[in-house]
């Protein structure tokens, strides 16, 4: 499973560097975030380091106001409707191939789609009408459907299987899903949620399409049992986990900033006044990350002086979580199924014993803390393991 970085506010210097660290990556770009002639020069600055892009149309909220998203050119001028014409339809998807899509070399074609609280067939033909429309423009590009569904679609077992039904009768290469927290949460408390999630991504696999699992946390590792081919991720919470408001008037400014440092073993995410607590209590060491995830950009916090005291900034923090998980993402997928299934329940294991010892210490992670979403994750992967195990195990490498 690979890593995609999902472009979000002050996102550009970052993802220039990772893509030269990694030797290449693929940038979700988001028209809420960059003007289109804010693409033209990013894309060609990535493109040099080996860097190619996707473009997220993010008509999620087909009446959203948010000024800088609603101005892009491919943005219908008058959308009245929950459903709109063909004409408008082909009028969007001409000019998202156009000036954007084939403008950016993009590496597949992600097609419009609003958020969907209910499965249907008025949704199944919104969504036949915009692939056969997307069909006749001859895109050269792989084409994938946006799933975008809220957490009440989620955890409907008969949402999920009735999506499983209609992508059958889709011509389309893959599947770009957004999913919806429930309570706009970052690290999701339902294991209903999750399980519906990974029976999900397998019965898309099982279809031969691809997936990318946008808006992504370090939760959503999991996604590897499923044979997801990249998560994507970003900078602030609002590019790892997926809320409507984003795509509304509001001031972008971040309201309550603060620097926070992700412990890859733990799963966990600290602020630096409780990496200062560990310290004090001679725990600091195991929160250290190993050198195998070659971010040396958290070293600093443990150099010996008091981690509150040195310069690891908002930009630090970001780049190291973003390495550590592109470690993690590649890492979690296995040759085998049962590999795979095994060595995920271990990382789970391991980060709770060492969450234990930390939280007993006075060391904890407030609302970042793993500790109260593994079981949750553990007891996903047992489920879809009973579900779907034997025949995830005869598919892995067919």
């Known amino acids: 499973m690979n890593l995609y970085l999902q472009f979000g506010h002050g996102m550009m210097g970052l993802c220039e560097s990772l893509t030269e660290k990694w030797g290449g990556s693929t940038t979700i770009l988001s028209p809420r975030d960059l003007k289109h002639s804010q693409m033209v020069s990013f894309t060609k600055r990535l493109a040099k380091l080996n860097g190619r892009v996707a473009i997220d149309p993010q008509f999620y909220m087909p009446h959203a106001d948010h000024v800088r998203l609603t101005t892009h050119s491919f943005w219908p001028d008058d959308y009245q409707t929950s459903l709109f014409s063909s004409s408008e339809i082909r009028r969007m998807l001409n000019d998202l191939k156009t000036n954007y899509n084939d403008a950016f070399s ?22 036949t009408e915009i692939i056969n429309c997307a069909k006749l423009l001859n895109i050269s590009q792989p084409i994938f459907i946006t799933l975008c569904l ?41 294991p209903l949620w999750l399980i ?57 400014s971040i309201s309550r900033r603060s620097t926070w440092y992700y412990c890859p073993q733990a799963l966990s995410e600290y602020q630096i006044t ?67 299934r095994e060595s995920l329940k271990i990382q789970l294991e391991t980060a709770s014993t060492l969450l234990s010892y ?41």
């Not at 992600?110 to 958020?115: D, V």
């Not at 916090?301 to 981690?307: D, H, I, M, T």
């Not at 996903?380 to 009973?386: E, W």
């Open 274 to 340: 409780y990496l200062d607590v560990a310290q004090r209590v001679g725990k600091i060491d195991e929160l250290r990350t190993h050198s195998s995830f070659n971010s040396p950009n958290s070293d600093v916090l443990f150099s010996g002086v008091q981690p509150s005291s040195v310069n690891f900034n908002e930009r630090e923090a970001f780049m190291h979580y973003l390495q550590c998980l592109k470690i993690q993402a590649i890492n979690s997928s296995k040759s085998t199924y049962l590999d795979t």
């Open 196 to 252: 519906n999630l990974l029976d999900l991504c397998a019965g898309i696999k099982q279809l031969s399409k691809s997936i990318v699992m946008g808006y992504c946390s370090h939760q959503m590792l999991c996604l590897a049992l499923s044979q997801v081919d990249a998560i994507a991720s970003g900078n602030w919470l609002n590019v790892r986990s997926f809320n409507t408001e984003k795509f509304y008037i509001a001031d972008d």
């Open 150 to 190: 809220s957490h009440d679609v989620i955890c409907s077992e008969e949402q999920v299987h009735l999506i499983l039904e209609y992508l059958e009768e889709w011509d389309i290469d893959g599947c770009y899903i957004i999913a919806e927290p429930p309570k706009n949460s970052y690290l999701v408390e339902n």
């Open 106 to 127: 993009s590496s597949f074609f992600i097609l419009p789609n609003a958020y969907c609280s209910e499965v249907n067939d008025i949704w199944y033909d919104y969504n």
């Open 358 to 398: 930390l939280i007993s210490s006075g060391v904890r992670g407030r609302n970042r803390d793993f500790s109260k979403v593994l079981d949750i994750n553990l007891s996903a992967i047992d489920v879809f393991d009973q579900m779907r195990g034997i025949m995830q195990n005869y598919r892995w490498n067919r």
